[in-house]
């Protein structure tokens, strides 16, 4: 069964760049621990774009779907819905869907550090790494 990524694309202001990475860096190694979680990374534009990559890869759609529905990720991102913000945990967007928490809400008395999200999720087909030498 090939791994699933979940990659959710914030719209993030000049402004609220450093806050979104603030806000990410203070939830480090929560999702760490998930059953299926496989890898993190969160993707700063330098292109000129506005839009953050939040890249998360999970052994299964299973895996994903249990992480959302854990009592983690709720209390995580309990913040965020009460902030007015979308809830966005580790791989999903808007609309009821769960996504990458960080950088939305997460109190501070502050409303979100991104103005959208979206969800792209893929299957792993091919992957390399560096070759390992003998």
């Known amino acids: 069964m090939p791994s699933v990524v979940k990659i959710n694309v914030l719209t993030v202001s000049a402004e609220m760049r450093e806050e979104l990475e603030r806000r990410f860096s203070g939830r480090a190694g929560v999702v760490e621990s998930a059953d299926g979680f496989e890898w993190f990374e ?18 299964s759609e299973e895996d994903f779907t249990r992480w959302t529905e854990s ?29 990458q928490g960080h950088g939305q809400g997460h109190g501070h008395g502050q409303g979100p550090a991104a103005s959208g ?18």
């Open 117 to 134: 999200a979206e969800l792209w999720s893929f299957e792993v087909v091919q992957s390399a790494g560096p070759k390992q030498e003998s």
């Open 71 to 99: 009592q983690a990720f709720q209390r995580g991102h309990a913040q965020a819905a009460g902030s007015g913000a979308p809830d966005h945990g580790h791989g999903a967007a808007e609309g009821g869907q769960a996504g």
């Open 42 to 59: 969160l993707l700063r534009p330098v292109d000129g774009t506005d839009r953050y990559l939040v890249y998360t890869r999970w052994r």
